[in-house]
């Protein structure tokens, strides 16, 4: 069974740079997957931040960037804002119309 | 402007049914891939199916031959059948629009609880 792997938690400064990752329990991530990226605060419905690995969803500020670093793709948060705070969920989509999230990132800014 | 609205969540016992809509404004349902993703309370994002433009579906294996994804292109609306319902499947649905392989617009969600 596919895991999609992300860090539980992870926290920045405001004004700092931060790199979410999002992998893979067996393999590598790449273009192939469509890697997004979506933000959610408690109680609202997500918002999608990137699709297609690096494509940025209308509206978002270019704070927000995709990218693959290595084996996994990345999200990258730079001039980190006290409203970036939420959790940050990663899907890939795995072929033959099926979809696997990761289990969240917690972002802290402090 | 784009804009799902889910409706037709609330309690069901374990082994019920109940059926989830998406009504769509600002675009056609029809023409677009279209996803339902759920999140248990407290957990995260869960995909639960799709269905193509040109009416095909695929389900997650957690509810493969329990739920069922339709859309009424007259109405605009996404539907999403659940039967045989299972505490495990309590969570916030969600309807999503999809974009590149990606979900692009969500509604705000409708809970379903299972619970005798």
């Known amino acids: 069974q596919t895991v999609v792997t992300q860090e539980p938690s992870l926290s920045v400064s405001p004004g700092g740079t931060v790199t979410l990752t999002c992998g893979l329990s067996s393999g590598s991530v790449s273009t192939s997957y469509y890697p997004s990226w979506y933000q959610q605060t408690p109680g609202q419905a997500p918002r999608t931040l990137i699709y297609?690995?690096?494509s940025r969803s209308s509206g978002v500020p270019d704070r927000f960037s995709g990218s693959i670093l290595g084996n996994k793709a990345a999200l990258t948060v730079t001039g980190a804002q006290a409203d970036d705070e939420s959790d940050y969920y990663c899907?890939?989509?795995?072929?033959?119309?099926?979809?696997?999230f990761g289990g969240g990132t917690k972002l802290t800014v402090l | 402007e784009v804009q799902l609205v889910e409706s037709g969540g609330g309690l069901v016992q374990p082994g019920g049914s109940l059926r989830l809509s998406c009504a769509a404004s600002?675009?056609?349902?029809?023409?677009?891939?279209m996803s339902w993703v759920r999140q248990a309370p407290g957990k995260g994002l869960e995909w639960v199916s799709v269905?193509?433009?040109?009416?095909?579906?695929n389900y997650a294996d957690s509810v493969k031959g329990r739920f069922t994804i339709s859309r009424d292109n007259s109405k605009n609306t996404l539907y999403l059948q659940m039967s045989s319902l299972r505490g495990e499947d309590t969570a916030v649905y969600y309807c999503?629009?999809?974009?590149?392989?990606?979900?692009?617009?969500w509604g705000q969600g409708t809970l379903v609880t299972v619970s005798s």
């Open positions: 269905i193509y433009t040109g009416g095909n579906p």
């Open positions: 899907v890939l989509y795995m072929g033959s119309g099926i979809w696997v």
């Open positions: 297609s690995t690096n």
């Open positions: 600002g675009f056609t349902v029809s023409s677009n891939y």
């Open positions: 999503a629009t999809l974009r590149g392989r990606g979900f692009d617009s």
